[in-house]
């Protein structure tokens, strides 16, 4: 039917219909795993930021409101293109939900909600792993298009970063 690949990772596609994407097997492997490290915290500033936004009041409520909410809708979208990006690599989109909630810091879920400076150190971290992954991307897997896909999201945590130290400028 097609080349017989030698490189076939997943399991539930025969051989002549696994990627061949200029990628070798454990390339898109070592990929697919750093980005499935990325959904617990990207999920994790998902429910900070929602929770924030549940718990917002004050003066700027109706900004800081719509801010947030405008956040935890992009930190949604990454998410969702995190897992596609998985599947375009030929791996499966890992559930690590239960991994997720053991190592999930419920304690920072106070009842008055994260305020703006953990969210802006939770954005902090997430931008420095994103930096680390996109150059590990790129140098040891050679792969240029998921180092500009994470890029691309170390933009939007910078910019997301951005908006929330703004609250503190005089």
């Given at each position: 039917m097609g080349q017989r690949?030698?490189?076939s990772t997943n399991?539930?596609?025969?051989?002549?219909?696994?990627?061949?994407?200029?990628l070798d097997a454990d390339d898109r492997q070592a990929v697919?795993?750093?980005?499935?490290?990325?959904?617990?915290?990207?999920?994790?500033?998902?429910?900070?930021t929602r929770f924030a936004h549940w718990n917002v009041r004050g003066k700027r409520y109706f900004e800081q409101r719509s801010l947030l909410s405008s956040h935890y809708e992009q930190l949604n979208q990454i998410i969702e293109n995190l897992n596609d990006r998985i599947?375009?690599?030929?791996?499966?989109?890992?559930?690590?939900?239960?991994?997720f909630l053991g190592?999930?810091?419920w304690d920072d879920l106070r009842k008055d909600g994260p305020d703006i400076k953990e969210l802006l150190a939770a954005h902090e971290t997430?931008?420095?792993?994103?930096?680390e992954d996109a150059k590990k991307c790129s140098e040891e897997y050679g792969d240029e298009v998921t180092r500009q896909f994470l890029v691309e999201i170390l933009f939007q945590h910078e910019k997301m970063a951005w908006n929330l130290r703004s609250y503190f400028e005089p």
């Open positions: 690949r030698k490189d399991r539930l596609l025969p051989d002549d219909l696994q990627p061949n994407i200029g697919a795993e750093i980005l499935t490290k990325l959904l617990p915290i990207e999920t994790g500033l998902t429910i900070k599947r375009m690599l030929g791996e499966i989109a890992v559930d690590r939900l239960q991994e190592s999930f810091k997430a931008i420095r792993s994103l930096r």
